[in-house]
């Protein structure tokens, strides 16, 4: 019962704050759901980072659930936000992206076989909707059967070089919207709202 209440304490704890609070880290070889009791390791402030961006964004998440005192955790789905973000993953390092100039804008095709084109439907799809209109870029998103399609036009002409250098994957970045979305996903809300 000890080890199960301490995994669920660490789940819910930012990191850096634990490290301040406990002075435990992960010691390397240390095997998880160990019967043993590991010695503690002396931490400097310096370590903030889990070692894994998804774990990292997942702990944050549930720390700031967990110190909401308002937090419905009826409605509370961390696995739906592990979901989006292998999507993210999927999008941002597997899929293949050209790119080409086109009226106004430039034409992005996005492109993945299996999960990554699952991944490449969702995302791209939600993107132009949720984004369309913001910062000056107008959207289309259209699937097809290999993943989609993106075209990105710049409200003004003068950012058609922003919107070159940018790409699709810095289009994607934009707004930094997307902790929003974790944070709804996280609490039930869906990853749109």
Known sequence: ????????????????????????????????????????????????????????????????????????????????LRQHLIDMNNVTLRASVTSEPTDGGRIFRIAGNGEVRDSILRMVAAH??????????????????????LIAKAENPDDLEK????????LMTLGAHHQAHHIAIARGQGPHP
């Open 163 to 170: 919107l070159r250098g940018l790409g699709f994957i810095g």
């Open 1 to 80: 019962m000890k080890h199960l209440l301490l995994g669920a304490f660490l789940v819910t704890v930012p990191a850096e704050a634990m490290a301040q609070q406990t002075g435990m880290m992960h010691q390397p070889g240390m095997a998880h759901g160990s019967h043993e009791d590991p010695a503690p390791i002396e931490v400097t402030a310096d370590v903030t980072e889990p070692g894994q961006g998804a774990f990292a964004a997942i702990q944050e998440i549930a720390g700031i659930l967990a110190a909401d005192e308002s937090t419905d955790w009826s409605r509370v789905d961390l696995e739906a």
């Open 128 to 149: 132009a909707a949720t984004m369309n209109g913001v910062g000056g870029f107008i959207y289309e998103a259209t699937p097809n059967t290999d993943g989609a399609s």
